[in-house]
Nanobody, 117 residues
Framework: QVQLVESGGTLVQPGGSLRLSCAAS????????MGWYRQALGTQRELVAN???????TYADSVKGRFTISRDNDKNTVSLEMNSLKLGDTAVYYC???????????WGQGTRVTVSS
């Protein structure tokens, strides 16, 4: 059974920092591109960042230079370091895995990040 379990979401002030983590089980972690998506109220889910098993990263333009995605292939975890947080970063953040050969995609249950003063 695939499980992607996110943690770290909370209330943070503008300009603050936060680290999200996702623990994966039930998948061949090294054969998955891991990513973080987010969905704000009334909007579509959007890609924040993803990372290949080799460490190649992709970022949404809105978070470039502020967010950093990383993965630990030994611990089956993926993290998102978020700095200089803005009100517009408020959303539910979802961990995502996508198998590099089959394309099978799985999602975590989401963790809420609220940026507010």
């Amino acid at each position: 059974q695939v499980q992607l379990v996110e943690s770290g979401g909370t209330l943070v002030q503008p300009g603050g920092s936060l680290r999200l983590s996702c623990a994966a089980s039930g998948i061949n972690f090294s054969r998955n591109v891991m990513g973080w998506y987010r969905q704000a109220l009334g909007t579509q889910r959007e890609l924040v960042a993803n990372i290949t098993r080799g460490g190649r990263t992709t970022y949404a333009d809105s978070v470039k230079g502020r967010f950093t995605i990383s993965r630990d292939n030994d611990k089956n975890t993926v993290s998102l370091e978020m700095n200089s947080l803005k009100l517009g970063d408020t959303a539910v953040y979802y961990c995502n895995s996508k198998h590099i050969y089959t394309g099978v995609t799985d999602w975590g249950q989401g963790t809420r990040v609220t940026v507010s003063s």
